[in-house]
């Protein structure tokens, strides 16, 4: 499944542009995450929501925007570090968010 904010338009030409590399026969769900996918067309809504995939569950799909928004606390922090230690500064900072996710889970 390919879960993109713009799927209704970004799929139209994927297999022309990447289908060499895709294994024969592949089927790609296309969806929109919740949160974007009501700022869309009423016929995005219904083709592209996941609540009305199959096996795709109930997620939003915008795990990774919440994300940025702590991140955001920490990057100026960043600026002059090496690539290297700016990934693992990130790196920490994800993990440490998962493990309180994590520990959080039973509340």
């Not at 609540?51 to 919440?66: M, N, Q, R, W």
């Not at 606390?73 to 230690?85: F, V």
Request: aromatic content about 8%.
């Amino acid at each position: 499944m390919i879960m993109y904010n713009i799927a209704c338009q970004y799929c139209i030409h994927l297999r022309a542009r990447i289908g060499h590399l895709l294994p024969e026969g592949l089927e790609i769900d296309r969806a929109i995450g919740l949160f974007h996918v009501h700022g869309h067309k009423d016929q995005c809504f219904f083709r592209y929501s996941p609540s009305f995939i199959p096996k795709s569950g109930k997620v939003a799909g915008e795990i990774l925007e919440s994300l940025w928004s702590i991140l955001n606390h920490i990057a100026p922090s960043t600026r002059t570090a090496t690539l290297g230690h700016r990934a693992e500064i990130l790196d920490d900072h994800t993990s440490d968010s998962n493990r309180k996710k994590g520990l959080g889970m039973g509340k």
